[in-house]
């Protein structure tokens, strides 16, 4: 459907080239794209689920609005004679800006599941630089007075300001999340479409206005408004793909990100100022002084705040760099880096304070034979099973993390050799899939170093296999010798 909508569409746009020039078979075919880019809209939107049609239906009330303008104003000009404006057609043109920028807003919302700062800076950023040429050539000539009314000069003011509300939302939705799919393109070059349409009217009345006689060019007439009638079947494409149910789909988490178009767009809305103050120099008279000034400020301060922005982004990028390398990808316990960070802190602690303090040494029971039957993924899975099941054995201020391959290391504070063995007798217990451990258990005798009561601890270990598996040995004296016995170091695999 949307490829046969697609290439009526640009076949009526062909032959709207060859239309008669009266005024009502203009308006006429103008209005006949333009109505079958709402209805294109209003049949995709009914094609939705319930939650996603508001932003299609805001848009199509926007075009419809659009459209009847312009049957409205050749019959101001044909039937009523006005000419000056606003004229009642004046009304209905303008309710396309508020009624896309709502359609917009609702996207951004369903997409996003959060405030993206970082989009709004950007946004803003490049509104106010474009807001700075809207200003200078549009909105304070319009607003310069002459023989126009008040009302009127209000009315043309109106329109470059409902451009400059489309600009700041594209931006902020091309700089939001969500998925960008063949509905997101249509849609968006059709709203910047309408955009360009307005921008090449501008530079044409400017040209009229500089004595260039192309007011009676008809070619370029019929161009300019093929723009809009491009922008219409765009719109109606867009809301008939396949793709537009995906349009409102929510993003993951906002990332900073800063790509190569998107730094250009921010370096030349950046530059537009002081292009600007540049050019007036040049002329010999700067004639909008203050609202360069104004918009310099605010721009410099916009790209402080970016900075600032980057900045803490990198910061947190950072920290998890730093975070993942003290933690064990598989089990997200803390890894051996980690831990031999934190027990010589522990250690001094409990020196300082003159408190007890253990450190076990857990190996899980014939792990490679395990391996060997059932393949690693399942040797994975019972090591993260094995390590969430202990961590739930042992005391909220106990430290468990991974020691390397099936070994696991406890820190145990202000727990003496027996107290440590209850809790690793509930961690033996809980161990799942029918497996056990053996575990090596030593208190710190308050002089020896990290290394030493991790020889002891390992040499309890060494014991614990020796004697069977599956048991949870304290180191004694005489541990020491039993560990460096061949069986014993047999025992071990």
Known sequence: ?????????????????????????????????????????????????????????????????????????????????????????????????????????????????????????????????????????????????????????????????????????????????????????????????????????????????????????????????????????????????????????????????????????????SLIAPALLAVQLAQGEVTDGWAIVITSAALFLLVVSRMAQLLREVERQARQVRELARRDELTGLPNRRAWNDELPRALEHARRDGRPVTVALLDLDRFKLFNDTYGHPAGDRLLKASAAAWQESLRAVDTLARYGGEEFVVLLPDATEAQAHDVLARALASTPLGQTFSAGVARWDGRETSDELIERVDAALYAAKAAGRNRIQEWRTQISEAANRPAAAAARK
């Open 1 to 269: 459907m949307p490829k046969a909508f697609a290439m009526a569409a640009a076949l009526s746009i062909a032959l709207y080239q060859f239309v008669p020039d009266d005024p009502w078979w203009v308006a006429g075919w103008q209005m006949g794209i333009g109505y079958a880019a709402v209805a294109a809209i209003l049949v995709g939107a009914g094609r939705l689920p319930r939650r996603d049609r508001l932003a299609f239906r805001l848009f199509a009330a926007g075009l419809a609005a659009n459209v009847t303008g312009i049957g409205v104003a050749v019959f101001s000009a044909e039937v009523l004679h006005l000419s000056d404006l606003p004229t009642p057609a004046d009304p209905l043109f303008l309710l396309l800006y508020p009624f896309c920028a709502a359609g917009i807003a609702v996207l951004i919302r369903r997409r996003e599941t959060g405030r993206d700062w970082t989009a709004m800076v950007d946004a803003t950023t490049i509104t106010t630089g474009f807001g700075l040429l809207a200003w200078v050539y549009v909105i304070a000539p319009a607003a310069d007075g002459g023989s126009m009314t008040m009302l009127g000069e209000a009315t043309q003011v109106a329109y470059p300001i409902g451009d400059l509300i489309m600009i700041a939302m594209m931006a902020r939705l091309l700089r939001g999340g969500g998925r960008r799919g063949a509905a997101f393109w249509w849609v968006t070059v059709s709203l910047g479409t309408f955009l360009l349409g307005d921008i090449a009217w501008v530079v044409d009345g400017n040209l009229i206005d500089q004595g260039y006689p192309i007011e009676d060019l008809a070619w370029l007439n019929r161009a300019l408004e093929s723009i809009f009638l491009a922008a219409f079947a765009m719109f109606g494409v867009g809301a008939l793909h396949r793709d537009a149910r995906t349009l409102g789909a929510p993003a993951g988490p906002a990332v900073a990100r800063l790509g190569r178009v998107h730094l250009a767009l921010l370096t030349l809305a």
